[in-house]
């Protein structure tokens, strides 16, 4: 018996040739996408569930058989492959911005007459319409097709650096893997969330597993993304709106000219785009928009936290312009803060990084907003005096979005007969230092420096944060043990931490330990950006970093930087710059700072991360219209080689671009000084001549 078998190979041949398997596989993929867009998109399933196994499980078959066509796009590729040891960072060639909020139809009056004024200069005026849609409560995701691929998809991080999460992405059913017709590149952007029935869902599971359960909806989405493990995701139903797009090369198709037709073209791609949309020629109708879908958003699937109106042609939009990190051509007009009545048990203090001590109200726990609120901040001493706030009164509490809640409004009706006034402390209730309040300013201060325990831990909280050197695992309970325990004291000594140290630490697992240590390990390569940020200077915020990085380009040279070059710094003022000034003059500091050089940390300058920053730290003027390149292509060009677009001529301009028929911008460059060029110039510039 074993004989007559004993010629066969060890794989079994399959009855299938490799062509003809390859066309199968492209028929059931085809199938697939086919059926997932009928399930996840349409929400009209079209076979059963039974039948769609079947299919699902011959590709399998014949991937198994055949490896080499094995393709990404496959649905197989869906369930999520291996854990990663940590996501990759993914740069965004066109940034990620944000939008400008609105919350009043005042606002909406005056954000409608600032776009017509913008054009009325350019008599485009009378083409001016609105696309509106509404604003999905997610996270903002991009997606990268190149041939009609799905190839990476991303974060948005800070706007222009992401974290690669694209094996998590590939879960989400609604996300096509591949297009048809597409064109040779196009990255597609929106919001990743959990429809409010996969939440309920996922809830009750948690609880019956005994794991925790999340607040709401947005917490659970960003909770399912931000797994190293795809399995995870891919346990977890999320579902991607498109709204827009990011990189695109549209080849020898001609781009939507508008937003509308935009989205049109996104939802003939298989994207979900959502039902409540509109375009509206007037404020009133942007008004009623508003109106109707406030009424109708509690019976969304989804969450919403307002809606997003957008001068619908695309060519129009440049014209607007931008304001800092926000379209002028765009707002959000979001609904008002949800509010809800509690009660003020106490009043504690907290002490921040920079020493601030900020009175937090302790509430009777109210939902609110989404979430259960057990603090609010009360800011400072003036603000408890001028809302007129005691301890034990009822308060109404407010919370928009992910804005830390907020004490509205006493209900003075209801104060109780020993209600008593808060008493900022006259010594830090943590280090006991003496507390100071400065004239010109509303916070009282702890003047233990980094003496003070709460300081240090918040020093080293902002050091380890996602946006700062990243290291993941350092959080607050770490940090508590660490401090009090005089394990560590300064930044530096994080770096000198060691698996015994960390592992004798309460709660911490041999396993969490050595992620830690790895996560440590991980920051010492960095950006310069973000090691400035992460020092935590006072006034300097990861935009200021930025800033100054790309502008000085080393640590040397911002360490030795004057008061003149740092003021030369875009956006950088008296305040940002004597704040720069002190924190180098601190010999403690700089000591520190060695010690952290030493450790090893390290980043490539900013000019080579930079790759083309032939334009590094240059600040261009538009103005007019240009002879080939929009406004927008002409902003992205300069940006992708360094350079930054503002929005006004100052002496801090170093070019103004100018095209035909330009504003006043252009006599007040010349009465600067400024250089002025032309397209062809700003070319050669972008080429390094
Ligand atoms: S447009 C240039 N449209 O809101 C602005 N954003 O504050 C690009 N968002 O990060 C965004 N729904 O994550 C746009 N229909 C919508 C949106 C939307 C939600 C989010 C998005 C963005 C944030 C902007």
Same mark, same amino acid.
Request: proline share 5%; net charge negative; hydrophobic share 40%.
């Given at each position: 018996?074993?004989?007559?078998?004993?010629?066969?190979?060890?794989?079994?041949?399959?009855?299938?040739?490799?062509?003809?398997?390859?066309?199968?596989?492209?028929?059931?993929?085809?199938?697939?996408? $086919?059926?997932?867009?009928?399930?996840?998109?349409?929400?009209?399933?079209?076979?059963?569930?039974?039948?769609?196994?079947?299919?699902?499980?011959?590709?399998?078959?014949? *991937?198994?058989?055949?490896?080499?066509?094995?393709?990404?796009?496959?649905?197989?590729?869906?369930?999520?492959?291996?854990?990663?040891?940590?996501?990759?960072?993914?740069?965004?060639?066109?940034?990620?911005?944000?939008?400008?909020?609105?919350?009043?139809?005042?606002?909406?009056?005056?954000?409608? +007459?600032?776009?017509?004024?913008?054009? =009325?200069?350019?008599?485009?005026?009378?083409?001016?319409?609105?696309?509106?849609?509404?604003?999905?409560?997610?996270?903002?995701?991009?997606?990268?097709?190149?041939?009609?691929?799905?190839?990476?998809?991303?974060?948005?991080?800070?706007?222009?650096?992401?974290? =690669?999460?694209?094996?998590?992405?590939?879960?989400?059913?609604?996300?096509?893997?591949?297009?048809?017709?597409? !064109?040779?590149?196009?990255?597609?952007? #929106? $919001?990743?969330?959990?429809?409010?029935?996969?939440?309920?869902?996922?809830?009750?599971?948690?609880?019956?597993?005994?794991?925790?359960?999340?607040?709401? !909806?947005?917490?659970?989405?960003?909770?399912?993304?931000?797994?190293?493990?795809?399995?995870?995701?891919?346990?977890?139903?999320?579902?991607?709106?498109?709204?827009?797009? @990011?990189?695109?090369?549209?080849?020898?198709?001609?781009?939507?000219?508008?937003?509308?037709?935009?989205?049109?073209?996104?939802?003939?791609?298989?994207?979900?785009?959502?039902?409540?949309?509109?375009?509206?020629?007037? &404020?009133?109708?942007?008004?009623?928009?508003?109106? @109707?879908?406030?009424?109708?958003?509690?019976?969304?699937?989804?969450?919403?936290?307002?809606?997003?109106?957008?001068?619908?042609?695309?060519?129009?939009?440049?014209?607007?312009?931008?304001?800092?990190?926000?379209?002028?051509?765009?707002?959000?007009?979001?609904? !008002?803060? *949800?509010?809800?009545?509690?009660?003020?048990?106490?009043?504690?203090?907290?002490?921040?990084?920079?020493?601030? %001590?900020?009175?937090?109200?302790?509430?009777?726990?109210?939902?609110?907003?989404?979430?259960?609120?057990?603090?609010?901040?009360?800011?400072?001493?003036?603000?408890?005096?001028?809302?007129?706030?005691?301890?034990?009164?009822?308060?109404?509490?407010?919370?928009?979005?992910?804005?830390?809640?907020?004490?509205?409004?006493?209900?003075? $009706?209801?104060?109780?007969?020993?209600?008593?006034?808060?008493?900022?402390?006259?010594?830090?209730? &943590?280090?006991?230092?003496?507390?100071?309040?400065?004239?010109?300013?509303?916070?009282?201060?702890?003047?233990?420096? %980094?003496?003070?325990?709460?300081?240090? +831990?918040?020093?080293?909280?902002?050091?380890?944060?996602?946006?700062?050197?990243?290291?993941? #695992?350092?959080? $607050?309970?770490?940090?508590?043990?660490?401090?009090?325990?005089?394990?560590?004291?300064?930044?530096?000594?994080?770096?000198?931490?060691?698996?015994?140290?960390?592992?004798?630490?309460?709660?911490?697992?041999?396993?969490?330990?050595?992620?830690? %240590?790895?996560?440590?390990?991980?920051?010492?390569?960095?950006?310069?950006?973000?090691?400035?940020?992460?020092?935590?200077?006072?006034?300097?915020?990861?935009?200021?970093?930025?800033?100054?990085?790309?502008?000085?380009?080393?640590?040397?040279?911002? /360490?030795?930087?004057?008061?003149?070059?740092?003021?030369? &710094?875009?956006?950088?003022?008296?305040?940002?710059?004597?704040?720069?000034?002190?924190?180098?003059?601190?010999?403690?500091?700089?000591?520190?700072?060695?010690?952290?050089?030493?450790?090893?940390?390290?980043?490539?300058?900013?000019?080579?991360?930079?790759?083309?920053?032939?334009?590094? #730290?240059?600040?261009?003027?538009?103005?007019?219209? %240009?002879?080939?390149?929009?406004? /927008?292509?002409?902003?992205?060009?300069?940006?992708?080689?360094?350079?930054?677009?503002?929005?006004?001529?100052?002496?801090?301009?170093?070019?103004?671009?100018?095209?035909?028929?330009?504003?006043?911008?252009?006599?007040?460059?010349?009465?600067?000084?400024?250089?002025?060029?032309?397209?062809?110039?700003?070319?050669?510039?972008?080429?390094?001549?």
């Amino acid at each position: 018996m074993s004989d007559l078998f004993d010629h066969l190979p060890d794989t079994p041949i399959h009855p299938i040739s490799e062509p003809d398997a390859q066309k199968r596989l492209e028929d059931l993929k085809r199938r697939v996408a $086919e059926h997932d867009y009928h399930y996840y998109v349409e929400d009209a399933p079209t076979i059963s569930d039974y039948e769609y196994d079947a299919l699902f499980r011959e590709i399998q078959t014949l *991937e198994q058989a055949f490896p080499s066509l094995l393709t990404s796009d496959s649905p197989t590729q869906r369930v999520g492959g291996a854990p990663l040891p940590a996501f990759a960072s993914a740069v965004h060639h066109v940034p990620m911005l944000s939008l400008s909020n609105a919350f009043t139809d005042d606002e909406i009056v005056a954000f409608d +007459k600032r776009v017509r004024e913008a054009l =009325d200069n350019h008599d485009h005026a009378g083409d001016l319409e609105y696309d509106c849609g509404v604003k999905f409560d997610g996270l903002a995701v991009n997606l990268r097709f190149e041939h009609g691929v799905f190839v990476n998809g991303a974060t948005r991080g800070d706007g222009i650096t992401g974290e =690669d999460i694209t094996a998590n992405l590939k879960t989400i059913r609604s996300i096509p893997l591949s297009l048809a017709d597409a !064109p040779p590149l196009i990255e597609v952007r #929106g $919001e990743v969330l959990m429809q409010k029935k996969d939440f309920e869902t996922l809830n009750a599971q948690q609880l019956s597993r005994g794991e925790k359960t999340f607040v709401n !909806p947005r917490n659970a989405a960003a909770g399912s993304l931000r797994q190293l493990d795809p399995k995870i995701t891919a346990e977890r139903r999320l579902t991607f709106f498109a709204y827009g797009v @990011g990189e695109t090369d549209w080849g020898q198709w001609s781009p939507p000219p508008t937003q509308s037709l935009l989205l049109a073209w996104l939802s003939r791609h298989r994207f979900l785009i959502g039902d409540e949309r509109t375009v509206a020629r007037s &404020v009133d109708e942007l008004l009623a928009f508003y109106r @109707g879908i406030q009424q109708k958003r509690n019976d969304l699937p989804y969450a919403i936290d307002g809606v997003v109106y957008k001068v619908n042609p695309f060519h129009l939009q440049p014209i607007i312009g931008f304001v800092s990190r926000a379209p002028r051509f765009a707002v959000a007009h979001k609904f !008002p803060a *949800e509010e809800m009545k509690s009660v003020i048990l106490d009043i504690d203090v907290q002490v921040g990084r920079t020493g601030v %001590l900020t009175p937090v109200a302790r509430l009777q726990p109210t939902f609110v907003g989404g979430v259960t609120v057990t603090n609010a901040t009360l800011h400072n001493e003036d603000e408890i005096r001028e809302k007129n706030i005691k301890i034990g009164d009822t308060v109404i509490v407010r919370r928009a979005g992910d804005v830390i809640p907020e004490v509205a409004r006493v209900v003075l $009706e209801a104060r109780p007969n020993d209600a008593r006034d808060f008493v900022m402390p006259k010594t830090c209730p &943590v280090c006991g230092s003496r507390v100071i309040r400065q004239e010109d300013e509303a916070a009282a201060r702890c003047t233990g420096g %980094l003496y003070c325990a709460a300081q240090r +831990k918040q020093a080293l909280l902002h050091f380890a944060s996602r946006r700062a050197m990243d290291i993941e #695992g350092l959080g $607050e309970k770490v940090v508590d043990q660490l401090v009090n325990q005089s394990l560590i004291q300064t930044p530096a000594d994080i770096y000198r931490l060691t698996l015994e140290t960390v592992a004798a630490l309460d709660r911490m697992a041999e396993k969490s330990a050595a992620n830690l %240590l790895a996560a440590i390990e991980k920051s010492k390569h960095t950006t310069l950006a973000r090691f400035i940020f992460a020092l935590g200077i006072r006034h300097v915020g990861e935009q200021t970093a930025r800033d100054l990085a790309q502008s000085l380009g080393s640590l040397e040279a911002l /360490m030795r930087a004057s008061l003149e070059q740092l003021l030369a &710094v875009y956006d950088v003022g008296e305040v940002i710059a004597q704040s720069i000034l002190r924190f180098f003059s601190e010999p403690h500091n700089r000591e520190v700072l060695d010690q952290l050089l030493k450790a090893g940390i390290h980043w490539e300058s900013p000019s080579i991360t930079g790759g083309t920053g032939v334009l590094s #730290g240059k600040i261009f003027v538009l103005t007019g219209t %240009l002879p080939t390149l929009s406004r /927008m292509e002409a902003t992205q060009l300069i940006e992708a080689a360094g350079g930054k677009v503002s929005g006004s001529v100052s002496k801090k301009s170093h070019y103004v671009l100018a095209g035909e028929n330009p504003g006043s911008t252009l006599a007040k460059a010349e009465a600067l000084n400024i250089t002025i060029i032309d397209e062809a110039r700003l070319k050669a510039l972008l080429l390094g001549a």
